[in-house]
């Protein structure tokens, strides 16, 4: 009897049997006795469809706001479908929209963040026994205009409802069904993890594992929410439980991870004045780019160096801002890398392990890699290196550690 | 400076070069320093295709409260795609869904019916100065559930706003350039009209003339909305304007129309006391039946039969209901035939004039039609006849009294 938030994305609903079999997954659970609410992502290619005909309409560019109205849509289809579905099953449902189900955030389209999420209306179904189906990803503003929440904006939903509803416990569906310690289609060795902390999780969403998304597990580990990770093909399978403190394994590395999505920018020549680090990454923070490992070497004749990486898809924005401020920055040349990828290790048990990165880069070593940058944290080390390393770099780094 | 209300159906909007050109006439009126409302329907094809998506989940049939929730994501495209093609061409724009545009229905979902409409946000956009694209077809009931008006419901939304504005005008475009003496794709001689009233226009619609939704003009009716029905492929050809009092012409008959959409029951051997017609018409009205023209006649032996016309979707819904209740009717047997047809003549110049009917059944004797039923009033004049004989029927008529 237990209050149960579950979300699937869409994939898990990207067809009219997959809408079933998750119809079928949510009245299993409902018929043992518990309260549901289920959170939808829009089915399989819809969201790139509706873009696409965004683009033919608007090749320039249309405004956040007309997009976020165009693709909140998206979500609207896929919460009435499973709505039927359950109905056809003859279980009592109801579908909500993002603003029906009180999701209310701040106006920033496209990358909206909830400000508050009203749950009467949650209640009052729930209360009447509904299965509740909640279109993930999209809330509204205090101009009663539709946001969207940004990519993996259905995760945030879902922990922001078993936040505030104090569910027993969030089950996030994906198509794999865990957290393994390396990509299990690319590394044989890779192992399920029963459990996971919320910063080790944090640590490989961050890095490219691409099974949640990050603002959902700081979610989760602000409100304390339990999480889990499963498969909606294989929904009997006991998935991946993110959550504060795990019983320590013998593993010392909780996953080895990839972001194939980097790109490496340098900035040569620059004065070697106070203040030009903070200028550069002022500017790239005003134009909302992100910034991840950083690197500051002395260059000739005193000047300095600074080599940094950002997502690949923000290279373009990056190298103009740069450009077009350089006299303000003062800096001789620029030169960017599109080739490049990150590996990582996290694990909280390495903060008491001074061999770790010592065992990395032994085995990255003897695996012929050639490692251009280095970033380190806590519970991570992360390599930047070439992007046709990445794969064969993942595998040794992955079979010193746990394979 | 006019404050001008503007229509666009599904066809209208149907891909990105459509959508453009609706973008286009638009903006050319807000150019001239018009204040412009724009209702949109959804794009073409969409809401056969989510009807098939539902269909495809539940083929028993979704709740209908479910099928407005994804029906209206239909109109949700459309509105997000125009306003980015009128941002694209540079003028300032807002899109709004029915309940942002403050649609307030009742709770009959597929058929809902507008209770009021709260214009806030309309005036507020307008006094913005933007051009303000609202979802046809849709609202939220008292429970903040979304509704949609069903079969033509957007233009009862632009009649809506039209009204509720005190718009100077409510331009309905369609793929034709106006209101036609007859089917213009079937009859050649077929006459476009300047001017119609309400009441000629309302017989034409329910009568399938399928130019406006009959809700629509009886809306427009009530609150004195002149409506002008135009083309959105030729905008600049003036369309037919609906209004109250038009200029008598000298055509004694306004159209011809056809509805091919009819089929007929007899119900055979009733018993001949009070209340046994209304016995039936009380079971069908109960099941949303909608009945045409009766004819009553008497049987044999003191018995008398009963046949009446109903739209021919309804057809299986009304013989069973019929059926069940047998008994409680009392009556020997029941035949149906859907193979008929409704040809109208229309004019509110016929009142004065007695020989129109005359003209009528002597135009389709010549043609060789066999009339099946008969039914009158103030300003019609139909015939219930074979479906093969009907597009020849209308010719027929419409030489005699136009042509």
């Known amino acids: 009897m237990a209050l149960i938030v579950k979300k699937f994305g869409g994939s898990s609903v990207a067809d009219a049997n997959r809408v079933r079999n998750v119809a079928r997954i949510v009245t299993e659970d409902y018929k043992k006795g518990n309260s549901l609410v289920v959170v939808v992502s829009a089915q399989g290619d819809t ?5 696409e005909k965004a683009r033919e309409i608007n090749p320039e560019g249309a405004s956040k706001r007309e997009m976020d109205m ?19 099953l003859g279980f009592p449902v109801v579908s909500l929209l993002g603003w029906q189900a009180g999701f209310q955030t701040d106006s920033k389209y496209g990358v909206a963040r909830i400000k508050r999420l009203d749950v009467t209306r949650l209640e009052a179904e729930l209360a009447r026994k509904n299965i509740v189906i909640v279109a993930g990803f999209q809330g509204i503003n205090k101009y009663d205009d539709i946001t969207t929440l940004g990519r993996g904006g259905s995760d945030t939903s879902a922990v922001a409802i078993a936040a505030a509803l104090h569910a027993d416990r969030c089950e996030i569906y994906t198509d794999v069904d865990g957290v393994y310690s390396a990509d299990p289609r690319k590394v044989k060795t890779a192992q399920k993890m029963q459990e996971i902390t919320y910063d080790e999780m944090l640590e490989l969403a961050t890095l490219g594992a691409q099974v949640l998304n990050n603002r959902s597990v700081e979610m989760a580990k602000k409100y304390n929410v339990e999480l889990e990770v499963r498969s909606s093909l294989e929904p009997t399978v006991p998935g991946t439980i993110v959550k504060e403190v795990v019983q320590m394994e013998k593993m010392l590395i909780r996953g080895v991870a990839k972001d194939g999505d980097v790109a490496q920018i340098s900035v040569i020549g620059l004065q070697d004045n106070p203040g030009v680090a903070f200028r550069i990454f002022h500017l790239l923070a005003q134009k909302n780019i992100n910034v991840d490992v950083i690197l500051q070497s002395i260059g000739r004749s005193g000047t300095k160096d600074i080599t940094f990486t950002v997502p690949r898809p923000q290279l373009k924005d990056a190298v103009g801002t740069l450009t077009e401020y350089q006299s303000v920055i003062g800096f001789q040349s620029l030169t960017s890398n599109d080739t490049v990828a990150k590996v990582s290790v996290v694990g909280s048990g390495m903060e008491s392990h001074p061999g770790v990165a010592a065992r990395m880069f032994e085995a990255l070593y003897e695996a012929g890699v050639n490692i251009m940058m280095i970033s380190t944290s806590e519970i991570k080390i992360s390599v930047i290196i070439a992007q046709d390393d990445a794969d064969r770099a993942v595998e040794a780094v992955h079979d010193a550690f746990i394979g």
Chains 1, 2 share one sequence.
């Open 47 to 51: 969201t790139d469809d509706l873009i």
């Open 70 to 88: 165009l693709l909140s849509a998206g979500e609207q289809i896929s919460v009435a479908l499973l709505a039927m579905a359950v109905e056809q």
